[in-house]
């Protein structure tokens, strides 16, 4: 009985959160700003600005390093094995 009382409480509190929640994005969308639309052109440039620094990025035209450790790696280190193996 008393796990039912508990799920009971909590299915009350979930539902008097989402209620609220509600009742706040309703007053909250008559006063927002009115969204501001980009021209199909800019928004066009903006995007195939975009898509080129990606293909560069992707492209390896960027000069890569070697990775050369300045440690030993732990795959490198040499470990004493029992003479059984």
């Known amino acids: 009985m008393r796990y039912a009382m508990i ?3 909590f299915i009350v509190l979930l539902a008097v959160g ?3 929640d509600e009742a706040i994005s309703e007053e ?3 006063a927002a700003e009115p969204q501001v639309v980009e021209s199909p052109v800019s928004a066009e440039e903006e995007a195939d600005a975009e ?3 990606i ?3 992707v492209s390896g035209a960027g ?3 070697e990775f ?3 440690k030993p790696l ?3 280190k040499g470990i004493a094995l029992p003479s059984d193996i």
């Open 28 to 30: 909250e969308n008559p």
């Open 63 to 65: 000069e890569v390093k």
């Open 7 to 9: 799920g009971l409480w």
């Open 18 to 20: 989402a209620n609220a």
């Open 68 to 70: 050369i450790p300045t």
């Open 51 to 53: 898509i080129r620094k």
């Open 55 to 57: 293909e560069e990025d």
């Open 74 to 76: 732990s795959a490198d």
